[in-house]
């Protein structure tokens, strides 16, 4: 059976997880629509997120359609749980890109399209919610033109509008002839990029037209744009045969030796994509970054939290196995013989922080390992023991991330824990530089001693990354000191002076040195790298570095002034703002509590969206 490995992405609320029950229910797969607002969705199947009416963790389902095999993965849409989107476009073939109908690309929208972009992610557009008053088809390609930056091919009218809509309208195959003119306007744009099209520009037949299309998507020179209404079942059937006529097949080889990522772990299962080769149950893998063997015991093909056995899995496939013990995501597994290694999905920096400490000494005993378990299941959570207070720091993406974790944490250990305020992760950065600090390390205490001797300049770099060079001649430090002393320097930055914040956005020069024909070792250059960096960095003038969100809120326009005040006071910058919203740059620290603010400036009626926006000097 023919495969297409897609994820269905959007903003929050703009319907991804409607849409995913309506194509279950469509294709067969269940015999009820469940609806989010009841909790009662098959991807939503988690209690945190039936209680919270949110996506948060990314399932996967499958589905068939026309001899097709539709693996699907629903990911969250809200901006603290983007790295499940991050691991699933990792390992995805295609995606439909869902739209509000009235309020068009948001930011969460832009930011997982930007994701998509980087893995070369081919997509379909589907504006949702034309069932609702104001929506606009027209205003909402508009956005995906101009906010994305991408051609919007409309391959779909719809058939009333808000609350008449009835239906949709296929531009490609066979359509009325009333809808001739945006046929011929689909045709048009077409051929502007299709040279295939172009030929045959005066009487396009649906065959050259749809292979047009399909050329474009996969080359991703286009977007296909469909419509309809999900909660309506309006324009189901037509996504369907979009996903299968435009969006790409899986690459690979079941021949071949086995090429296997892992993009997911929950629990005892590990979610892998298998690029090339094939598995069957009990085969025994390679671990290419761990080097190290693992067994697979099971194969489950798996529909949310359900799971049924099947002996194995070929190239193409998305499935979980049970026996690996080690693999995390971002983990190849492959033939031993013929050793790879994919590249792993990124991984966002922590930004917020909240100390988390048990509530008895039994249970401070399980506390360390069930924080392990989550992180390891989680990679965009981290945890740190802080250096002054000895607490138990869990550090995510933003506030909501540390509630979902530290909630799943009691539900699934049954651990008594509490947890302090939330702190952001400030960053310090070098605003003027120094040349020339000397340091020397030296030390003799009987036996083989330690000697090195380093002068480094010290100057800003561009962006957050650390650069290291070396202008030492005539041998001074030999090549495997200097080594030494970037990886001294490495270790260095992850406490600045100011606060012991990581320190970003640096360059090191190392420019003389000195060296000892006995007590000089790859050991005592290390340190002299990493405490004369620390000198430099004392006598050099830097600046903390706070994270700053994008807020965007909605708002009636006789609470905008009440809205703006409180921006204020918490030290934001607006950007733009219009008659029924404002959008600002506002430090993360000054966010936390902003939601019950906001609703009680309001009187319940406004709402916001965020998205992270970099780092700025703090106030």
């Known amino acids: ?48 997120e039936r209680d919270r009416g949110i996506t948060i963790f990314a399932a996967a389902v499958s589905c068939d359609w026309n001899d097709h095999r539709l693996n699907l993965i629903d ?7 983007s790295d499940e989107v991050e691991r699933s476009l990792r390992v995805l073939d295609g995606a439909v890109a869902v739209f509000d109908g009235v309020a068009g690309v948001e930011p969460q929208s832009e930011a997982v399209w930007r994701k998509a972009d980087r893995y070369a992610v081919p997509r379909i557009a589907f504006v949702n919610k034309l069932d609702r ?21 409309v391959v779909q009218l719809p058939v009333g509008r808000e609350g008449d809509l009835s239906g949709v309208i296929d531009l490609v195959n066979d359509p009325p002839a009333e ?26 037949s649906d065959s050259t037209l749809r292979a047009a299309i399909q050329d474009l998507t996969r080359s991703r020179q286009a977007v296909p744009v469909l419509c309809g209404s999900a909660y309506r079942t309006i324009g189901i059937e037509a996504l369907l045969n979009a996903i299968v006529d435009y969006l790409p097949p899986p690459d690979g080889d079941p021949g071949k030796p086995l090429a296997a990522l ?21 085969d025994v893998v390679w671990d290419a970054g761990a080097h190290r063997t693992e067994r697979i015991a099971r194969i489950l093909r798996v529909q949310a939290d359900r799971h049924t056995d099947v002996d194995r899995a070929v190239a193409g496939d998305i499935v979980a196995v049970a026996g690996v013990k080690a693999a995390k995501a971002g983990t190849t597994l492959c033939d031993r013989a013929h050793p790879v290694l994919l590249e792993a999905p990124r991984v966002a920096e922590p930004l917020v922080s909240v100390a988390v400490e048990a509530r008895t000494r039994q249970d401070a005993q399980r506390l360390p390992p069930a924080l392990a378990a989550l992180t390891e299941e989680d990679p ?58 000397t340091y020397r390390h030296v030390k003799q205490d009987g036996g083989a001693g330690q000697f090195a001797v380093v002068t ?78 620390r000198a430099a960095l ?38 733009d703002s219009g008659v029924r919203g404002v959008t600002a740059l506002v430090p993360l620290a000054e966010l936390f509590g902003y939601a019950s603010r906001l609703r009680s400036r309001t009187h319940g009626r406004g709402t916001f969206t965020s998205r992270p926006a970099g780092y700025r000097p703090a106030a």
Request: net charge negative.
């Open 380 to 437: 965009s959570l981290s945890v740190r023991t802080d250096a002054e207070t000895g607490q138990l720091l869990l550090s995510g993406l933003g506030e909501l991330h540390l509630e979902v974790a530290v909630e799943k944490l009691r539900q699934t250990t049954g651990l008594l824990v509490t947890t302090g305020r939330p702190q952001v992760a400030y960053r310090e950065r070098v605003a003027a530089g120094v040349t020339g600090v």
């Open 456 to 533: 480094l300049d010290v100057a800003p770099a561009e962006g957050t990354g650390f650069t290291f060079a070396s202008t030492v001649t005539g041998g001074r430090v030999p090549a495997e000191y200097v080594r030494a002393v970037e990886a001294g320097c490495r270790e260095a930055l992850a406490g600045g002076p100011l606060g012991g914040h990581p320190v970003v956005g640096l360059a090191v020069t190392l420019t003389d040195g000195q060296t000892h024909p006995k007590d000089s070792s790859e050991m005592a250059f290390r340190a002299a790298g990493r405490f004369g960096l």
């Open 179 to 204: 809808a001739a003119a945006a046929r011929k306007t689909l045709e048009e744009a077409v051929a502007e990029l299709h040279e295939g099209a172009l030929n045959e520009i005066s009487e396009m």
């Open 262 to 282: 892992a993009f997911k772990r929950a629990g005892r299962l590990t979610y892998l994509r298998v690029y090339d080769g094939t598995i069957t149950k009990g």
């Open 75 to 81: 990911t969250p849409g809200h901006v603290d749980f």
């Open 1 to 48: 059976m023919r495969v297409r490995n897609l994820g269905i992405l959007a903003h929050v609320d703009a319907g991804k997880t409607t849409l995913t029950e309506r194509i279950l229910f469509t294709t067969g797969v269940t015999h009820k629509t469940g609806e989010v607002h009841h909790g009662t969705t098959v991807t939503d199947f988690d209690p945190q």
């Open 538 to 575: 004392r006598a050099a003038t830097l600046q903390v570095l706070e994270p700053v969100a994008e807020v965007t809120v909605s708002a009636p326009p006789d609470a905008l002034g009440a809205v703006l005040g409180d921006l204020a006071a918490r030290r934001g910058q607006v950007t």
């Open 133 to 153: 008053p104001g929506a606009d088809l027209e205003a909402a390609v508009a956005s995906i033109r101009e906010r994305l930056g991408v051609v919007p091919l």
